[in-house]
Each structure stands twice: as C-alpha cells, then as structure tokens.
C-alpha cells in the first residue's frame, strides 16, 4: 500500500505558536511566567476563556470554559484582558522570521503559518529542514522573547505537517513521511485529525470508520458516495496520503462583526450606538480588502423570541460607514426587544471602490474622497483615531478581538 502514499521529499512547514496569547503575556510580564494564566474578552466571571497557558492547562483548564468555573480548578489562575496590540506584533514578527526561508508562506491563522519550501532558493531547500525548524525556534525566542515557544511540523502537504506539529506539545518538532505515516495515525483519534470533529466522526462511525488507518485504508469511492457524499470524499483520500489538496484561497464573501451587550436592557439608543461601532468595524475591514457591497443583514439575539433578523439588497454597491449604518439602522426598527447580542454582516461583495460612483453625483464623489482621507488618517494614528461622534465612549465596550481563523485584517 506504501506506494499510494507521496514519497516526495516533506518540504511543508507548519509552525504553531504555543497558547499564543498566554504565551505572548508571559513574555511581556516576567512575573507570570511558570504561573497559570487565562486571557479573556472580557473581565467577568461569566466570561469565556480564549486562551490558557500550558500551566493552566495542566490543572484541566480549557479553552471555552467559564472563569468561574476555571477558578475553581485553579483558585490562583490570573485573568487577563486580551491585548491584540501585542499579539499582532508577534504575529507580524512571526512571519518576518518565517519569510527569510521562502516567499511562498501563509498565515493560517494569528498564531500558525505554513513555509512551502518548494518555492525558495537552493541553498535553503537544500538544507536538512529539521535543522531549518530548531533555527526557527531559537529566532522566535532571539527576536521576540525567551518565553516563546512553538511546535514545528514537517511534511509533504499541509495537513500532514499541521498534524505533526501536534504530536509533542509544547516545543515539539515532528516529521511525518510516507515511512512513518502508518506508524503516526494509529496513535491518534479520528477527532485529532484536523476537520474531524464529533459530526464527521458519526460519518465515519456509521461505515466502520473508527480509526485514522481505518480512514486511511478506505478507498475513494466510499468516502466519496457513503461517507462525504461529495468531492471531499476523494480530497480526503489524498490528503491523508500526504497529496496536496489545501493550498487554495477562497475570495472574501461576507464582512460581519458581532457584540454580546455588557448589560441587559440597555436603552434602545444605547444599543444603536454599539450598532453603529460595529458598522464602523465592518466597513473598514470591508475597504481593507478593496471590496464594496451590496447587501446588509443585521441580528439580534433575545430572550423574548430567540433569533431574530433583517436584511436589505441595494440596486448599487456601498461602501461607507455612513451608507452602512443608514441600513443598518433602518433595518434595526423592527427588532423585538430584549436583546442581549447584535451584530451585522455585509455580503454580495464585489472589488474595488467603483469609479464610475462619481457618474452618480458629486456627492458619492465627496464621499468617497472622504472616506479615504478618515481611512488614511485611521491607518496612520490608530484605529478609531477619526470615528463618528455618535460612538463616542463605545470603544470602552465595544472593543476589538482578535480573530483566531483568519489573518486578513491583521
């Protein structure tokens, strides 16, 4: 069977950061280092945690869980509010580090990127990559701090190396190949398998899949017709043989943001303010991506009816906060009350800012020169520097995460 799996030489990389932003606070504060750590969104008891430090993680802290509940597995955990300033620099450090060995990197997320070696000059790719891995490490703790770690994983595809920088956490550094593929999956579950979750395992299950080599050993026809009953059937068959399968980019469909309201029955004004902070967010990311829209959909989450939703489709493309809002707002009128999260989304997206606006009338033209101008000046001096005055004194709620599965507004 050995001859089905990729026998070319591992020249993919995949790098991950350990507990990034607990990481990342113990390097910038000396004094929590070697403690259990959390980082929230928000300082509440209720709150949920976003990342643990490998300390906390030993008392069975976990990512999602409760601080209360956290707490009392481990009454000496210290909470801290996420701080995305600091976790963009280390992620723009990381993928400096990572760009002296090929032009061709991705950033998978804020803390993990892949290296393809396949596309770099000869004297790097001729190197052992083992050792290229053990040089990054040292980089990351030279350029960013000694308290950084991070697990390196090698292989001919992206989901392979993905899947060997999580064999040995923290600090690991793992090849898998096609001489020790077999060996690596039977000691791991179906739900360690990256796209695996509990769902896809009941797939699996339901055709005599209970195992990574039994998922390995099926062929592609019934994981095509009985198990994903589509071409992930076949794409699954040669991933897990360490073909290339998932080096594309899917073009940007819907900009959206969220909040969960720090209060419950806020004053409707009070809510459209925070409404209003959100389409500022969203319209900005809409314009870093050099998109404009024609579609609005707003949410609200309540106790009275559950989810409820509105949405609106221009004749012509948008592409300002101003025009953004109006929408939004306008929509919003009919929402039920009771609400205790909001958010927006904008979709029907389509590239670029479109010249031919400025055919429409002066006005669109002003608009957007000035959206440009607050854009610029945004970009330069920070964000929210130029923001709507309705929205003043929203940011201390309305604050901004940190997105873990996508790197394109960073």
Request: glycine share 6%.
């Amino acid at each position: 069977m050995i001859e089905y799996y990729n026998a070319e030489r591992p020249l993919i990389m995949h790098i991950d950061l350990n507990s990034c932003f607990a990481t990342v606070e113990q390097q910038a504060r000396p004094m929590l280092r070697d403690r259990p750590v959390a980082i929230v969104n928000r300082r509440t008891e209720s709150t949920s945690i976003v990342t643990a430090s490998y300390e906390a993680k030993a008392f069975g802290v976990k990512v999602g869980m409760r601080v209360k509940d956290a707490k009392r597995l481990v009454p000496g955990l210290v909470t801290l509010e996420s701080d995305p300033a600091k976790y963009r620099y280390v992620y723009h450090k990381m993928m400096s580090i990572m760009k002296r060995y090929s032009p061709h990197i991705t950033m998978k997320s804020i803390d993990e990127g892949v290296i393809d070696f396949h596309v770099t000059t000869d004297i790097i790719r001729d190197r052992d990559l083992v050792d290229v891995g053990h040089e990054m490490k040292l980089r990351l703790r030279q350029e960013i701090g000694r308290a950084m770690r991070c697990n390196v994983g090698i292989s001919t595809n992206r989901f392979l190396a993905k899947t060997a920088a999580s064999l040995h956490k923290p600090d690991g550094l793992d090849i898998i190949d096609h001489t020790n593929l077999r060996q690596v999956l039977t000691g791991l579950k179906l739900t360690d398998l990256t796209g695996i979750a509990k769902h896809n395992e009941h797939r699996l299950n339901a055709v005599g899949i209970y195992t990574p080599i039994d998922f390995l050993d099926t062929d592609a026809h019934t994981l095509h017709t009985m198990v994903f009953k589509s071409i992930l059937g076949e794409q699954w068959h040669q991933r897990l043989r360490g073909h290339e399968v998932d080096d594309v980019t899917h073009d940007l469909k819907t900009v959206g943001r969220q909040y969960v309201l720090e209060a419950k029955n806020l004053p409707h004004a009070l809510i459209l303010q925070r409404l209003h902070h959100l389409c500022e967010s969203v319209g900005a990311k809409l314009r870093s991506q050099g998109k404009q829209a024609r579609g609005v959909l707003v949410y609200a989450k309540t106790t009275e009816r559950g989810y409820w939703h509105a949405r609106h489709m221009c004749e012509l493309p948008f592409f300002s906060n101003g025009a953004i809002y109006a929408q939004a707002s306008m929509l919003f009128a009919g929402v039920p009350a009771g609400i205790y999260e909001i958010g927006i989304s904008c979709y029907e997206l389509n590239d670029g800012v479109d010249d031919q606006l400025s055919l429409f009338g002066d006005s669109l033209a002003r608009e957007q020169q000035v959206t440009e101008v607050i854009d610029s000046i945004n970009k330069r001096f920070g964000d929210r520097t130029i923001h709507a005055a309705d929205t003043l004194g929203t940011g201390t709620h309305v604050k901004q995460k940190i997105p873990f599965g996508s790197t394109r507004y960073l």
